[in-house]
């Protein structure tokens, strides 16, 4: 196809898509007394966004926690074993208990 075939072709579909925008458009109204751009809040994105941040604060404070406990139940994160597996059940189990009888 010729870039002139194609440029008709684009053309066509452009200007058929055309009748169907108006449809899309704001009305001249809602443009003139501001309600079409005030719908959404100011501090909409910036509160998500705040939201979002205080979640991953408290997951992670969540997470040190946890390993804190492990640790103190004597899982050391940092040695190599190969018995890994193991060895992080046992502290879980351990620091269940001591949980359990605080």
Do not use: C, H, I
Not at 74 to 90: F, I, M
Request: aromatic residues 4%; proline residues 5%; positive net charge.
């Amino acid at each position: 196809m010729s870039k002139k075939q194609r440029f008709v072709v684009y053309a066509a579909a452009v200007l058929s898509m055309g009748s169907g925008l108006q449809a899309l458009a704001q009305d001249p109204q809602s443009v003139t007394s501001g309600t079409a751009l005030n719908t959404v809040p100011a501090s909409g994105p910036v509160s998500r966004k705040a939201q979002l941040k205080a979640e991953r604060t408290e997951a992670r404070a969540k997470r040190r926690a946890e390993l804190k406990s492990l640790q103190g139940a004597g899982y050391q994160p940092q040695q190599s074993s190969t018995d890994y597996p193991q060895d992080l059940l046992n502290a879980q189990k351990k620091a269940a208990a001591t949980g359990a009888r605080q």
